[in-house]
T-cell receptor
């Protein structure tokens, strides 16, 4: 089975721009979660999508948004980029509808640099 | 906030067992303990999870105390490729069946030759 894929792997943007990151989950997985990782704050949960619906949301401003398509692929968007948005953005997929035992499998991440 | 406490760093000699401790004194009865690791600049990798009983897989063993307030991840024969940050996570279940992982700062394990 192919793993979680994220595109692009690296991205450089300037302040004020917007960016869209893409995540393709493992085949058959319906839940996709997004995380932000920075040296200062570590790994922080952004949001989770299941069956095209956002089920859970972390404590991030509204500039961070996401969506999920019918094939479970997901995108996240960050508008009006700030320097502090420079981070590794990780996507994780899981297979069940919410059972406590399901594991989350992470992709390699997208490294976003905001100049 | 993360519900787990881990030492910030540990060292281990190659070929020896690495024992990584984790405290989760406020864990609820239906919460699992999960371990992930992250090799530099890669996505976290699932290692193992458990509820009450000790667990073993091809990567590691997980020992959970009887009161479930702490656990230990054991890498039986550490190699240089096991150098990574290891995260101990208690699964938080939110309303609607969704779940998220709350990562602490983890333990930076360095395996030395």
């Amino acid at each position: 089975k192919a793993g979680v894929t994220q595109t692009p792997r690296y991205l450089i943007k300037t302040r004020g721009q917007q960016v869209t990151l893409s995540c393709s989950p493992i085949s058959g997985h319906r839940s996709v979660s997004w995380y932000q990782q920075t040296p200062g704050q570590g790994l922080q949960f952004l949001f989770e999508y299941f069956s095209e619906t956002q089920r859970n949301k972390g404590n991030f401003p509204g500039r961070f948004s996401g969506r999920q398509f019918s094939n479970s692929r997901s995108e996240m968007n960050v508008s009006t980029l700030e320097l502090g948005d420079s981070a590794l953005y990780l996507c994780a997929s899981s297979g069940t509808s919410g059972g406590a035992r399901n594991e989350q499998f992470f992709g390699p991440g997208t490294r976003l640099t905001v100049l | 906030d993360a519900k787990t406490t881990q030492p910030p760093s540990m060292d281990c000699a190659e070929g020896r067992a690495a024992n990584l401790p984790c405290n989760h004194s406020t864990i609820s009865g239906n919460e699992y303990v999960y371990w992930y690791r992250q090799i530099h600049s890669q996505g976290p990798q699932y290692i193992i999870h458990g509820l009450k009983n000790n667990e073993t897989n091809e990567m590691a063993s997980l020992i959970i105390t009887e009161d479930r307030k702490s656990s230990t991840l054991i890498l039986p024969h550490a190699t240089l490729r096991d150098t990574a940050v290891y995260y101990c996570i208690v699964r938080i279940r939110t309303q609607g069946g969704s779940e998220k992982l709350v990562f602490g700062k983890g333990t930076k394990l360095t395996v030395n030759p």
